[in-house]
Every structure is written in structure tokens, then in C-alpha cells.
Antibody, heavy 120, light 107 residues
């Protein structure tokens, strides 16, 4: 069974850095893109960016370019989303999700989500 | 970017009802459209892709149709577990974009 398991909830202060993770299992990690999707409280879904772990090809939504960094460590089948300096507006649920083949594509399955709270 | 709209934004329905949700793209997306279901505090779940193809394991009461810019998700005989928020997503062009969601509530 293809499964994505994300790291746990985080509470951070503005200006702090953060790296959250998404571990894939049940499939060949290097063969599928992994995307990150933001969901702000009570809001809809926003695609942030995507990485192909096989060669680390990374694409960003223009809305998130320069705001976050997506990376992957294929040796441990894990993708990452990181911030160098968090803002209160980064408070949201963040999901990772796989695609099936070429990009762009639909997303399935999804990780369980990581809640990030940024507050002073 | 391709903008996605959905209507209605919310609806109330009873168990057994037939429900239709519409998704419209700001330009043609050649059936590169997916539908997701999200329940409170849960991750989205893929229901359909390529506008009308049912994802494995999804009940056949869910169906999709459409072409060009206009697409529809239909739920036949609404079940208690179907009360959720539904999102469409276009993957015709990056950045991929989602509709704002349609919340299906119990009447």
C-alpha cells in the first residue's frame, strides 16, 4: 500500500526556521513526484511546489517561490518542506501528496497533514 | 494561472438525494480535472480524475462529466459518509489550481 506519513505538529515563533517531513512507503520513492499543499484555517487547498526525488527536479508555484524550500532525501524516502524565517501567516495545515507519473497530474494518496502554528 | 470556480459553495441535502456540484475553469482544460473529498480534520481523498474516471476503491455512486471549461461531480443516493467538502483541481497547466470547495451538509 502506498503511504505517506508526515511529521508531527509544530508550534514556532515568528522568525524561527522549520523543516517538516513526509516519508513515503509501499512504492519506489524515486519514481513519483511529491507535492506540498497548504490549507490555511477554514480555507481551500493551494499547491506550493513539487519535487521528483529521482533527480531532485523541483518546481514551485509562483505564489510560494522564494518563500519555502522543498527537498528530498531518497536514501530514506523522505521529502521536506522548510522555512528559513516563519511568519504568523504561515500558520496552516500542510499536506504532502504523490502524483502518478508525469507532472502535472492529480494527487493520490495524501499524507495525514502537519499542522504548523506560528505565534509569538 | 487557470482560475477554478465551484457552485454552489455549500448545499444541504438528505440521505438518498442526488447531488450535483459544478466546477468551471477560466480556460479549457481538456478533461485534466480531478475531484477530491475532504472530511473535517482529514486529508483530501481523490475521487475521480480525467473528469470522469473513478479512482480505485471509490463507490460507483460518484460520477463525473464535462468538457472544455465546465465539469460536474454527481453523487447518486447520498450516504451519511458523503457529507464533506468537495474540491475540483485542474492539472492541465501549472500551477495546478483548486476550486474553492463545496460543502455538502446534512439537511
Amino acid at each position: 500500500e502506498v503511504q505517506l506519513v508526515q511529521s508531527g505538529a509544530e508550534v514556532k515563533k515568528p522568525g524561527e526556521s522549520l523543516k517538516i517531513s513526509c516519508e513515503g512507503s509501499g512504492y519506489t520513492f524515486t519514481n513519483y513526484w511529491i507535492a506540498w499543499v497548504r490549507q490555511m484555517p477554514g480555507k481551500g487547498l493551494e499547491w506550493m511546489g513539487i519535487i521528483y526525488p529521482g533527480d531532485s527536479d523541483t518546481r514551485y508555484s509562483p505564489s510560494f517561490q522564494g518563500q519555502v524550500t522543498i527537498s528530498a532525501d531518497k536514501s530514506i524516502s523522505t521529502a521536506y518542506l522548510q522555512w528559513s524565517s516563519l511568519k504568523a501567516s504561515d500558520s496552516a495545515m500542510y499536506y504532502c501528496a504523490t502524483t502518478r507519473s508525469q507532472w502535472p497530474n492529480r494527487f493520490a494518496p495524501w499524507g495525514q497533514g502537519t499542522l504548523v502554528t506560528v505565534s509569538s | 494561472d487557470i482560475q477554478m470556480t465551484q457552485s454552489p459553495s455549500s448545499l444541504s441535502a438528505s440521505v438518498g438525494d442526488r447531488v450535483t456540484i459544478t466546477c468551471r475553469a477560466s480556460q479549457g482544460i481538456s478533461n485534466s480535472l480531478a475531484w477530491y473529498q475532504q472530511k473535517p480534520e482529514k486529508a483530501p481523498k481523490l475521487l475521480l480524475y480525467a473528469a470522469s474516471r473513478l479512482e480505485s476503491g471509490v463507490p460507483s455512486r460518484f460520477s463525473g462529466s464535462g468538457s472544455g471549461t465546465d465539469y460536474t461531480l454527481t453523487i447518486n443516493s447520498l450516504q451519511p459518509e458523503d457529507f464533506a467538502t468537495y474540491y475540483c483541481q485542474q492539472y492541465y497547466r501549472t500551477p495546478v489550481t483548486f476550486g474553492p470547495g463545496t460543502k455538502v451538509e446534512i439537511k
